[in-house]
């Protein structure tokens, strides 16, 4: 049993699917994939933690609610399309989620390309807010809490965050982390058991995110006086999730997004490279039902 930092690797791994991986990898004018991926101009640059990158700003849970929706119009897929290329301008904003506001290009992308961050965001906080309703209505349901992007950058750059989380009153503390490409952590904080999902199967980071992931818990218990969750900390155990199926780097932020809305809504089913498109489709239409002009 090989210890990563001051975690234990557990000899027991999660079989997702069944398919052989084929990391695709996207053109560009640089002569390797690090130049690449940290060049600063590079939207991509702005999400790596500092192990790849030194900067990070904002902090933030997807914790708040949605407004009710008055979009009742707009509930398929085609009156949604006709909405968004119908836009007068593309800094328009179209779509409303909590705080977030969303424009032509944030939702023209989950049709196709990269999801931007922005959208991420949002869907986050649908995510949380479904979750919140099912936990009222099943008491068995997981309670979890979901690291927005600008807050999980910085607790991977190891930045001072001000954030005060009772993580043993939750079952589930989320990060969605940007590493080249979009791959999910996940806590277990009952079984304080740690999930890497990476889609791409590289791992390269693994130990990085790990440690960082132990110091973040460790600020938080250390700030709330728990000097029994500082030992029961150190029996963390990292418990490999092993993914065959093909995934490019443009299908990860589609992965990221429904793995964690698999973990919160209780689904343990595998995420397929075949469901892509449908999940684009359907995270368009969540965001309509539960969003505002």
């Known amino acids: 049993m090989d210890r990563l930092g001051n ?5 027991s791994c999660f079989s997702l699917s069944n398919a052989s991986m084929n990391r695709s990898k996207a053109s560009s004018s640089y002569s390797s994939p690090f130049a690449r991926i940290t060049s600063a101009k590079n939207l991509k640059h702005e999400m790596l933690p500092s192990f790849l990158r030194s900067s990070a700003s904002g902090s933030s849970y997807s914790t708040s609610t949605p407004r009710k929706s008055f979009l009742p119009e707009l509930n398929t897929l085609s009156s949604i399309t006709k909405y968004i290329n119908g836009a007068t301008s593309p ?4 779509l409303k989620v909590g705080k977030i506001e969303l424009k032509q290009d944030d939702l023209r992308c989950l049709l196709s390309n990269n999801i931007t961050k922005n959208t991420i965001d949002a869907m986050l906080t649908v995510i949380k807010h479904l979750n919140s309703k099912l936990c009222k209505k099943k008491s068995e349901t997981k309670k979890v809490l979901i690291a927005k992007t600008k807050f999980t950058q910085k607790i991977f750059n190891n930045q001072k965050t001000n954030a005060k989380i009772d993580i043993f009153n939750i079952n589930f503390l989320i990060f969605p982390i940007f590493v080249g490409h979009w791959t999910v952590l996940n806590f277990n904080c009952t079984e304080l058991i740690v999930n890497y999902y990476d889609p791409l199967k590289s791992n390269k980071y693994l130990k990085d995110i790990l440690k960082s992931l132990y110091l973040f818990l460790k ?3 250390t700030s709330s006086g728990e000097d029994l969750m500082q030992i029961q900390l ?3 155990v990292y418990q490999r999730v092993v993914i065959t199926e093909t995934f490019s780097e443009e299908d990860s932020a589609v992965y990221m997004l429904q793995t964690i ?3 919160s809504m209780g689904e343990r089913v595998e995420v397929k490279s075949s469901d892509l498109e449908h999940h684009r489709q359907e995270f368009l239409k969540m965001l309509f ?3 505002t002009l």
């Open 7 to 11: 975690f234990r690797e557990s000899r």
């Open 91 to 94: 800094t328009e904003t179209l």
């Open 219 to 221: 600020k938080q218990t």
């Open 234 to 236: 150190k029996e963390l």
């Open 261 to 263: 809305y698999n973990l």
């Open 289 to 291: 039902q539960h969003g």
